[in-house]
């Protein structure tokens, strides 16, 4: 058989294993430094995060210690930032820098997880929808809405009045508000995609519906996916601290960004580093995260700005 | 006969209403089309866009229900079959899309695509498995070292051999080719067309070869069969059907053509129809094509004329005034 | 559009009717009693009883849910269990700071944020752009409680220590009173929530404004001579205001419901910390009416931008 429509560059040498779309996504964020610099941070403060009980050891402060003598002046105000005490010291006398660190893993874990069971269920709720259509289709978009029109405080403060403030019921309220904005991407490219040829041809092979919706359109719905989940971390972690800032989150002595922010509270007149580290950290962390996902979205489709800004929500406590 | 078609209908609903949906109308995609293929045989099928050639290729295939009407594989009744059912002669029927960029699988590599009809039904995996899918790369024309590629980094050409590698894997004995070639450049048709010539011979294929261009499907079928909104109009063997039409609408689709030979273009008469093809909600009483035929005459309007044969010649025409026989 | 209307119409009162069932359900799963909460400590099994009877919570959950229904319907959301004030009647009373924060800081935000967005859209990667951007992502990175005790810190607490003392810290004063110090009592909260707010619609604006001025019609316009600021305001933000408008509708919602955070950030007192104290003392008749409020709020928010769909945007028809 002829090779003339081969073009020129694929003849011969070349690489075998082809340039996939994530290949050609990754060499274009390798020269988007923003992403680049916002993907050093999150991976630094993940790094840090995990890291805390070491860092803890190396200090000398545990992040329950209450230091007495040094971490409470004469008129029991916390002591500002120093050698010992580089964030300064809370209410009690406890080390901030040990505190926010610690309250890195909390912030960031329910951040993860939460987006990522809302990711999961929003992923298989949408496929079902978007691919089967009709009644399945009407019942579930109704769910979304539901879900996405529900004063998500006030639920928030019905679901910790019946379980209690705990990490798992802060995990469980952010995944149940975040899953339908998920779910609604993913319907409205499922619906696109399963009218495409690929699908008609696999069917045609005789390949069953969970075959179809996870071998054939999931692997498309990636991208998207990939970018809303980034977006959403950040959301969860302003939520978690909206929800631990009015006790119905993280309790103490647990220290997390929003407690920790909720403490501070009381004391910004006297104490400007008890809310400005905690309230930086949390910043940083949120911000990397938003110009990573952007940077990803562009990255993977620069065109897929359109269906992110119409859809994109953000949750807070306004 | 391999596959027996007859009187397949399908019909769509058109709904309305913002409570209670209600049927308003239906859209006539395919309004009662028979015929038979015999196993090896090419069997051509043309019309406009929009003549409903492709739904009956999905019909065909199993993967739209059919309103009414029956189609039979090899003797077996496969109209409507439950999925579970159906899942064997899928095996036997294989489809080539039209759209090489869209029947592939962007996010998957062609050593899966390819593959992905052995996998499904379990035919073999793991090295016998790859071994297979690149000598069927291999057989129509592509490089086996490929394997690991992406559908963007080949051609149009190269994506439609794909196409065939996967229509073959399961070696099949009806392929529906729907509009294999249209997408492509000219030169690169002839290719394809001659690749599917090839492995008709070497595989016994049986094709159902759809196009909106009679002069591709002449080279590569037996019959030819012409559809006009939702019927066939006029079936024959390929070469009386291309030379000496029957039906005013082939005749008119012919000339629409591009012809080579300029004695030949001397000929012939460009016939132009005016008016659009009218809607397949509503289809024209009578014969479907009155309105546009330069031949209609009052019984045209009133009464639908039946697919038969004239004395004296070798197809049929469903037309109360076809063409005269110049021999 | 009737049609189209009407069903909307009527799926907003299946949500409604779902919310308020399940906020129902939820109430009863909760290990809290408030006839228990209000007898008291010292109260003897039998007393407690008597409160429940009087309540009416010893009937079994249907019975109490459609009488809930019941009262509705004639527009009655039912008394608190713990004060014995109809729920209308209290909600009224807090009503004002809430609904005073929410214009204020609705017009504020959306003011700022469409103006932003525009600003960003007309000038793409600019300096003014970039920077804008930032700024907005900055602000969506932000929980609110955290612009708010920002705001504190510098604008009133810095500045007093300045010795400008011209913003007050917290607390709310009611407009009948002293229009002034009303305005005066509600700047930072009014900022706060623009700030957060008026970040996403900045972005959101500067999405739909580049959308919108990529389609032929606008290069037509163009074509033809139209002014550019015409073009802009008159044809582009026009159809570009729809998804705004849309996102407006859905934050309706949010903001009804959450509200609490600055609420509680400056002290005002409103429909969000009555429905955090109705949950903690378990007062029902209270949080079934915030719910309810909040919920059928959302649902005419929702049923107006469909509505503003047709009348902003020439190219959808609705039906």
């Not at chain 2, 007859?6 to 109308?25: C, E, M, Q, R």
Request: one cysteine or more.
């Amino acid at each position: 058989m002829t090779l003339t429509e081969i073009r020129p560059g694929a003849v011969g040498g070349g690489p075998v294993a082809g340039r996939g779309p994530w290949q050609l996504a990754w060499r274009r964020i390798r020269t988007d430094k923003v992403a680049m610099v916002s993907g050093a941070v999150v991976v630094l403060l993940c790094a840090l995060a995990l890291a805390a009980p070491l860092i803890a050891a190396w200090t000398g402060h545990g992040p329950d210690e209450q230091f007495r003598d040094t971490g409470i002046t004469a008129q029991g105000l916390p002591v500002p930032p120093n050698g010992e005490f580089w964030f300064g010291t809370d209410r009690l006398g406890r080390d901030l820098f040990v505190r926010v660190l610690y309250g890195a893993r909390v912030s960031l874990l329910v951040g993860v997880v939460a987006t990522g069971m809302a990711a999961l269920v929003g992923v298989v709720v949408g496929l079902l929808a978007g691919y089967y259509g009709g009644a399945v289709d009407t019942l579930l978009s109704r769910l979304m809405d539901v879900v996405l029109s529900f004063p998500y405080l006030i639920f928030a403060i019905a679901v910790v009045s019946i379980a209690g403030p705990s990490l798992t019921a802060t995990i469980g309220v952010i995944a149940f508000y975040s899953w339908a904005a998920i779910a609604r991407v993913v319907r409205g490219q499922t619906l696109a995609l399963k009218e495409r040829e690929y699908v008609e041809a696999a069917r045609s092979m005789g390949a069953g519906d969970l075959r179809i919706m996870f071998v054939d359109i999931l692997p498309n719905l990636l991208a998207p996916v990939i970018v809303l989940t980034t977006l959403l971390v950040p959301a969860a972690i302003v939520f978690e601290s909206t929800l631990s800032y009015l006790g119905l989150g993280i309790v103490p002595p647990t220290p997390s960004w929003g407690n920790l922010l909720s403490e501070a509270q009381g004391f910004y007149r006297v104490a400007y580093w008890y809310l400005g580290f905690p309230a930086a950290t949390l910043l940083i962390t949120t911000l990397a995260f938003n110009l990573l996902g952007d940077g990803i979205r562009d990255a993977i489709d620069p065109r897929m700005e359109r269906l992110f800004s119409r859809r994109r929500r953000t949750r807070k406590g306004a | 006969m391999l596959l027996e078609v007859s009187n397949v209908v399908k019909h769509y609903p058109i709904t309305a209403g913002a409570l209670f949906k209600h049927v308003v109308g239906q859209v006539r995609a395919v309004d009662g089309v028979s015929f038979d293929l015999a196993a090896g045989e090419t069997l051509g099928l043309v019309g406009e866009t929009g003549c409903g050639k492709s739904t009956l290729a999905r019909c065909l295939a199993g993967l739209h229900p059919v309103t009414s009407g029956s189609v039979r594989f090899d003797g077996t009744d496969i109209t409507n079959l439950p999925r579970r059912r159906m899942r064997p002669y899928r095996r036997d029927i294989q489809v080539i899309f039209q759209d090489p960029y869209g029947s592939l699988n962007p996010r998957r590599r062609v050593g899966s695509i390819i593959a992905d009809p052995l996998v499904i039904h379990r035919v073999m995996s793991g090295e016998q498995l790859r071994r297979t899918v690149q000598e069927l790369m291999e057989r129509v024309g592509l490089n086996p070292e490929h394997y690991n590629r992406f559908p963007a980094e080949f051609s149009g050409g190269q994506r439609q051999r794909i196409g065939v590698a996967r229509a073959l894997a399961l070696r099949p004995r009806l392929i529906i080719c729907d509009e294999p070639v249209s997408a492509l450049d000219v030169s690169i048709q002839a290719q394809i067309l001659n690749l599917l010539k090839d492995l008709q011979v070497e595989y016994g294929l049986t094709y159902l070869f759809i196009a909106h261009d009679l002069s591709v499907v002449r080279h590569i079928s037996d019959r030819i069969a012409v559809m006009y909104l939702g019927k066939i109009v006029e079936l024959g063997a390929a070469d009386p059907v291309y030379d000496r039409p029957r039906h005013p609408y082939t005749n008119a689709l012919l000339s629409a053509t591009a012809v080579a030979d300029p004695d030949e273009a001397q000929r012939r008469r460009r016939v132009v129809l005016t008016g659009d093809v009218p809607s397949p909600i509503d289809p024209p009483s009578g014969c479907r094509f009155h309105p546009r035929c330069p031949r209609a005459q009052d019984i045209c309007s009133t009464e639908e004329p039946l697919l038969e044969g004239t004395e004296g010649t070798e197809g049929t025409a469903a037309c109360h005034f076809p063409m005269e026989v110049v021999v | 559009m009737r049609a189209f209307l009407l069903r909307r119409a009527l799926l907003g009162l299946l949500v409604l009717w779902l919310v308020t069932l399940g906020t129902f359900l939820l109430f009863y799963v909760a290990p809290s009693d408030p006839a228990r909460t209000l007898a008291g400590r010292q109260a003897t099994p039998e007393q407690v009883e008597l409160i429940r009877h009087n309540l009416g919570l010893d009937r079994p959950i249907l019975t109490q849910y459609l009488d809930y229904l019941g009262k509705l319907v004639h527009g009655d959301l039912g008394q608190s269990y713990f004060s014995g004030e109809s729920v209308g009647k209290l909600l009224a009373a807090d009503f004002p700071p809430t609904f005073s924060l929410v214009l204020g800081g609705a017009v504020l935000w959306f003011s700022l944020g469409v103006g932003a967005g525009v600003l960003s859209a007309t000038r793409v990667r600019s300096l003014v752009d970039r920077g804008l951007t930032l700024l907005a992502l900055a602000g969506v990175s932000m929980p609110t409680f955290v612009v708010g005790l920002l705001l504190l810190y510098f604008l009133f607490f810095q500045l007093t220590m300045a010795g400008v003392p011209v913003l007050p810290p917290d607390s709310y004063v009611p407009f009948s009173e002293n229009p002034a110090e009303w305005a005066r009592h509600l700047i930072l909260p009014w900022v706060t929530l623009a700030t957060v707010q008026a970040a996403s619609y900045a972005r959101l604006t500067r999405g739909s404004m580049l959308d919108v001025l990529g389609e032929d019609y606008i290069r037509t316009a163009r074509a033809k001579g139209v002014p550019e600021r015409s073009v802009i305001y008159r044809h582009g933000l026009r159809a570009a205001l729809t998804p705004v408008v849309t996102q407006l509708g859905v934050d309706v919602g949010t903001l009804i419901g959450g509200v609490v955070v600055t609420e509680s950030v400056f002290g005002l007192g409103g429909v969000g910390q009555a429905v955090v104290q109705a949950f903690i003392s378990g007062d029902l008749p209270v949080i079934m009416g915030v719910v309810t409020l909040a919920t059928t709020a959302v649902v005419v928010a929702n049923l107006l931008v469909d509505v503003a769909y047709g009348l902003l945007d020439p190219r959808i028809r609705l039906s």
